[in-house]
């Protein structure tokens, strides 16, 4: 099969390289750009999220390269991410291409057609080539993880900016080509060293900002404007709520994490599809765990995050946690974001000072 998917910040690797293992011809999809968010919107339903329009840009982008397989996923549910494939396979048609569209469910509400699609992808691969493959690139993601939160907690503290960020670059390259087990678990030492070496400042005071929100948003560096970094520069140790072996752990394999769960239960008690409840929860889990504030992100229009921000203002008060929700389409533009973040910075800044003094 000649195959592409959609770009998802650094899973990008891990898709290219499983796939490449099952003698799979790849064809990468570029890192999203202005052209790929371009081509998505010209072809999209007005109506449609972001994620949905740079998904359709970056395919639009890689089909006239002879793509016949379309590998994607999404969820079931009140979240309209479980339409993707459907809408996207048409739009795709009704433009001259023809490629097929394997398109996963969640394996524990479709068993019988998530295993079909793998048997699919399989292709002449033994079961016991297919586990070995998946085991070596679960291995790869994790060290992906690993280098990617190694630079988040290190960022703020750099003393001299970009050097965090061009250490972590390294170690993803790093760990993009190593194949085998021992040689990825190498690579993903060889990246914490990277981060080592980078000179810091560790007794400088730092805020701590937890991210939480939609997951493509979350993920990809294109859509949120490079978030991470740019949180990093103004002073803030990062977490984001989703990573992507923890969502395979909890929502691909597992209904969602018992713990989230428990802490959203007596603002939201019942799931509301995509992402929604596990925002509430995560922003009770970033204020218990002495967290300055949280940063909700989410597509325009996506119902799930409507919802959970509905809540944010009494969560807010009663947590005493700040909460800034950033809602994101095609015409947001990063001059826009960075000034709400700085504003926000400011806010945490004070809150914290004052904090202190009341302390003292």
């Known amino acids: 099969m000649k195959t592409t998917y959609a770009h998802m910040g650094t899973s990008s690797i891990v ?5 490449e293992d099952l003698g799979h011809e790849v064809i990468v999809p570029p890192q999203p750009t202005k052209k790929t968010l371009s081509l998505g919107t010209q072809y999209s339903p007005e109506f449609a999220c972001i994620p949905f329009k740079i998904v359709l840009g970056n395919y639009l982008e890689t089909l006239p390269k002879g793509v016949d397989t379309i590998v994607s996923g999404g969820g079931k549910g009140p979240c309209r991410a479980g339409y993707y494939g459907e809408l ?25 057609d998530f295993m079909k699609k793998v048997k699919r992808l399989k292709g002449n691969n033994s079961w016991k080539a297919l586990w070995h493959y998946l085991k070596i690139n ?15 907690q290190l960022r703020p503290r750099e003393l001299k900016r970009g050097e965090a960020t061009r250490a972590m670059e390294k170690g993803l390259k790093y760990i993009k080509e190593a194949r085998t087990m021992s040689e990825i678990l190498e690579a993903r030492e060889s990246g914490l060293r990277e981060l080592a070496k980078v000179a810091q400042n560790p007794n400088r005071e730092v805020l701590k900002i937890g991210i939480i929100g939609e997951i493509y948003v979350q993920l990809e560096p294109f859509v949120n404007f490079t978030i991470e970094e740019t949180l990093g520069n103004m002073g803030a140790v990062v977490r984001r709520s ?5 969502f395979m752990r909890d929502d691909v394999f597992a209904t969602g994490s018992k713990d989230i769960k428990k802490l959203a239960a007596p603002y939201l008690s019942q799931k509301i599809g995509g992402h929604g409840q596990n925002s509430i929860g995560e922003t009770v889990h970033y204020a218990a765990q002495g967290y300055d504030g949280v940063i909700q992100l989410a597509p325009f229009t996506c119902i799930p995050e409507i919802v959970a921000k509905s809540i944010m203002p009494k969560l807010s008060r009663d947590l005493d946690i700040p909460v800034l929700t950033l809602f994101i389409d095609e015409q947001t533009g990063k001059t826009g974001v960075e000034t709400r973040l700085e504003a926000f910075i400011d806010l945490l800044w004070q809150k914290k000072r004052q904090g202190q003094k009341e302390v003292v």
């Open 138 to 152: 679960w291995e790869k993601l994790k060290a992906l993880d690993d280098v990617e939160l190694g630079a988040h």
């Open 88 to 112: 996207h396979i048409r739009i795709i048609r009704d433009l001259g291409y023809d490629p097929e569209m394997i398109f996963f469910w969640p394996p524990l509400k479709t068993p019988i």
């Open 15 to 19: 898709f290219q390289s499983l796939l």
């Open 242 to 246: 989703i990573f992507l072996t923890q």
